[in-house]
């Protein structure tokens, strides 16, 4: 089937489900990557810091899809933050990847205590925008903050702003400034899968939320296809991850049925305001700097 696609703030379309690999092992990356392009899947995320971009191009190469056909989104880490520097984090991720253009390029994390930086590092984004090297750039983990400070330091309106997502943790007001501005909100862990592992018994996972599990039941759908669906419903690009084909493919079977205006309500209800990942505003260098190697 064809993969829906959601038309970004520039006109670029992106598909509204794509493949996640973080802390996929390398290893692994090729073969999840493979198994979902065979499922269908045309959108593949990655990042400089998870170490997998190599694999990631080799399994789009090996897998005979048109380079045009599939959709390649990856992320600048804040070590390579500053204009010449991400410039050629451009260059090293790109050599990983094996292509010439990439298809959308964020920064990974705000980093608020060398915010100059961040703002360097934007500006490359819009010069590589300007030349053709990347069709189109965005941010990842930005707070409403951040958004203000970027929108009145740069020229360009970020294309996607990748947050944290899921029935238990919803932003809804960095979500609100995106759609302000014509920003696609995309989902990391769409699925709440960081709720199974953060090690807080009393926060409950997703996957076993009796509202969740008893909309999907009315479907005959997994708790993690009602949360996708309910995302897609809600306008916003979805990057579940997986390693297991029966999974990718499972993920992936969710354009068959449609939520109902109460049910997403619902859905929208579930909001506990717990974050699961590290906190945006306390990303420092000192703290999570580490070498992004060379191609």
Known sequence: MTTPTITLNNGVEIP????????TPPQE???????AIATGYRHVDTAAAYGNEREVGEAIRRSGIDRSEMFIETKVWISDYGYEQTLHAFDKSAGKLGVEQIDLLILHQPLPTAFDRTINAYR?????????RVRAIGVSNFMTEH????LEATSIVPAVNQIELHPYFTQPEVQAADAEHRILTQAWSPIGGITSYRGDANAGSTFD???????????GKTAAQVMLRWHLQRGRSVIPKSTKPARIAENFDVFDFNLTDAQLDALDALDKGVRGGPEP??????????????A
């Open 16 to 23: 509204a489900i794509g493949l996640g690999v973080f802390q």
């Open 29 to 35: 990356t090729a073969d999840a990557v493979g198994a």
């Open 124 to 132: 490359a984004l819009e010069k590589l925008l300007d030349d053709g």
């Open 147 to 150: 958004l203000q400070r970027l």
């Open 209 to 219: 939320d009796e509202t969740i599990t008893a909309i999907g039941a009315g479907y």
């Open 281 to 294: 505003g306390a990303i420092t260098l000192e703290a999570f700097g580490r070498e992004i190697p060379e």
